[in-house]
């Protein structure tokens, strides 16, 4: 199980977001993954193995942990950012989404 | 550039079957593996099944186990989704997703099919 925190989080353009992700079992870092849903659109890839930037993901997005604490940060947030977000690990089956952090503008 | 059209849902009553299709192309589909994923309205992510690149090897979700069956026809370029017995909680958009390499992460969504189950 992931359990995401906080559940919403409301910030203002040019904040920074912290994302939290906790897994109930240790999970190997090349399968933490975060994916970006905006309504109407498909999900879309973020950070995979962790740490690592999908291809045109901006440098203001960055993931962070290990074992079973992991973490998304924006450092600046944009109006584009505002979505809601999450976590996905694929170390154990059935893999596994968090219940997602909304992040919205405060 | 890579596309994934999914298509078939429609309203369909409880206990009753429906088949999704995943129609893709900007890649070679025999060499990836894919997977379908659902949103329930209201609610979050769900990874619903998974499937190799020759078809040998599928995986599901616990909630779905024995009543869905995930196949592919690589002839076709397309991935489907066979769902029987149906219930109220299987109402969601489905998407299907792709990998760059190996099973995961997902690079690539479609736009998602909405399927409900009601009576």
Not at chain 1, 62 to 87: H, K, M, N, Q
């Amino acid at each position: 199980v992931l359990t995401q925190s906080p559940g919403t989080l409301s910030l203002s353009p040019g904040e920074r977001a912290t994302l939290s992700c906790r897994a109930s079992q240790s999970v190997s870092s090349d399968f933490l993954d975060w994916y970006q849903h905006k309504p109407g659109q498909a999900p879309r890839l973020l950070i995979y193995g962790t740490s690592s930037r999908a291809t045109g993901i901006p440098d203001r997005f960055s993931g962070s942990g290990s074992g079973t604490d992991f973490t998304l940060t924006i450092t600046r947030l944009e109006p584009e950012d505002f979505a809601v977000y999450y976590c996905q690990q694929t170390a154990h089956s059935p893999w596994t989404f968090g219940q997602g952090t909304k992040v919205e503008i405060k | 550039d890579v596309q994934l059209l999914e298509s078939g849902g429609s309203l369909v009553q409880p206990g009753g079957s429906l088949r999704l299709s995943c129609a893709v192309s900007g890649f070679t589909f025999s060499n990836s593996a894919m997977s379908w994923v659902r949103q329930a309205p209201g609610k979050g992510l769900d990874w619903v099944s998974a499937i190799s690149r020759t078809g040998e090897h599928t995986y599901y979700g616990d909630s779905v186990k024995g009543r869905f069956t995930i196949s592919r026809d690589n002839s076709k370029n397309t991935l489907y989704l066979h769902m029987n017995s149906l219930r109220a909680e299987d109402t969601a958009v489905y998407y299907c997703a792709r990998p760059d390499s190996g099973w995961t992460p997902f690079n690539s969504w479609g736009q998602g099919t909405l399927v409900t189950v009601s009576s």
